[in-house]
Every structure is written in structure tokens, then in C-alpha cells.
């Protein structure tokens, strides 16, 4: 299922998810110019839990900006086309109205917090890795958890692609969220099985919605019924 739009007005001008958007489509385009060394970059930009939990990159040292630093700079940075557009859009259509509802500083903490989380989510299921997490899904998964507490009676417009014939529906946005994420921990279980169930970051998927909704809870302000 793509979602579109919600039926949700946002008050206000998204700033920053403007600004988040054409940050990581920047740095996509700086991917493209790399190279042979995109690989390379892939390896110091995106978050790698191995070299991470064991420290051996980093002299065993325990506080060191270069072994945290990647925590932030991966959720900049795209495998393809398809891996940018897809978080771009989820970012576009959920991300306006927590950004009007929970205020701009909540909503940045919240954003870089969830993508922290969701890093080291994967990494817990997947610490000896030596395979890079990139992407902004981690982050957005924190945005679609908050969407989810403070937005729950808003519809989604949704493409759902029927062989050649595509169906648009206004789906709920709880039941939208809800699928999206029973479909992530069913991944993730079966992620844990074998290596061909392991090409997404699932688990960041999942650390990241859970931390958002635990956020919200905490810090957000109390919820709005939308029919």
C-alpha cells in the first residue's frame, strides 16, 4: 500500500520536513557523483553495528565522535531511488501534521531520536554485522508512531497496486498504521530466520515506531479526533 495524502490540513508550513526532504535528496545527489566510491561511503557514512558494538574500529575507545556519528549521517543517506522516494513520500504525508501538532523543536528531537533508536534496534538483532544501515526509514517510523497516537481518526489515500489496475481507497489511519506495522514485525521474525528475509532493517522499523509512540505519549499533547 502507497500512501498519498491524509485528509489531516496542517496549520501551518512543514518547514522542516521540507528541509529534511531536500536535505537527504542533496545528499542522494552527492551519492551519484561517487562513484567506484560509494561503497566507501556507504562504510563511513552508514551505521555498520559491528564496527560499532565492538569498538575495534575505533581503538576500543568508548566515546569517540566517529563511532557515533554515523548514528546521524546514515539517516541521510539512500541505497537507490526507489529506498529515497519511498521514505520521502511517508515522510511528506505524515510527517506535516506532527510537525504543526508537537512544534518544531519536539518534532526534530523526535525525528533524530526515533532514527538513534531504530539503528541501534538493528543493530541488537544484528550486532556482528558488517553490512551498513542507511536510510530515513528509522527516523519516519517514529514519525508514523506519533501520526498514529495523535492522528488516529484521520483517513489515508492509499494506491494499492492490483496487477495493472490500480485501486485508490481512504483507509483509517490507525488501520493503515496498524497493517504497515504488524507487516514489519512479521519481517522482522522472519528476518531472524535466515538471510534472505534480512535485506530491510525491519527491527529499525520497529525500535523506531515504538519509540515514537513512546514519545508521544510522554511528550506529546493530547490527541485530536479527525473523521
Known sequence: ????????KS??????????????????VIELTLGDRIGVFFMEAGFVPGKFFSGEAYGGSIL?????SPLFSSLFVHGGWMHLIGNMLFLWVFGDNVEDHVGKVKFLILYF?????????QGAVSS??????????????????AYYLLFPFSKVLTLIPIVIFPLFVEIPAAVFLIYWFFLQLLSGA????????SQVAWWAHIGGFAWGLLFTLVFGKPRRRYS
Open 11 to 28: 496549520r501551518t508550513v512543514p518547514v522542516l520536513v521540507l528541509f529534511l526532504i531536500f536535505l537527504n535528496a542533496f545528499v542522494f
Open 1 to 8: 500500500m502507497i500512501p498519498l495524502r491524509d485528509t489531516v
Open 64 to 68: 569517540t565522535l566517529k563511532r557515533f
Open 128 to 145: 556482528g554485522s558488517g553490512i551498513p544501515l542507511v536510510g530515513a526509514s528509522g527516523a519516519i517510523a517514529g514519525i508514523l508512531g
Open 113 to 121: 531520536s526515533s532514527g538513534v533508536i531504530a539503528s541501534l534496534a
Open 190 to 197: 522472519l528476518s531472524l530466520s535466515g538471510p534472505q528475509w
